[in-house]
């Protein structure tokens, strides 16, 4: 009887640690998802500030030429 108990109570831990981890793994994976817009638009206003930048450094250098 008492093996049966704790096959049991063995299993029902077993479920909430899965259900802990799985739980886990997707909330990450939804943060990692709901992130890469906030990265794109980075990725966007620094490529324009740099590209802003190379310019300006070009018309400056021709202009000292």
Known sequence: M???IG???FVIIALVVIAFVGS???S???LVLGLIP???KLAVYGG???LAWM???KL???TAD
């Open 55 to 57: 310019v300006f450094r």
């Open 38 to 40: 906030l990265l794109l």
């Open 60 to 62: 400056a250098h021709k």
């Open 2 to 4: 008492s093996h049966a």
């Open 24 to 26: 886990l793994i997707l």
């Open 48 to 50: 324009l500030i740099y």
């Open 28 to 30: 990450v994976v939804g």
């Open 7 to 9: 096959t049991i109570i």
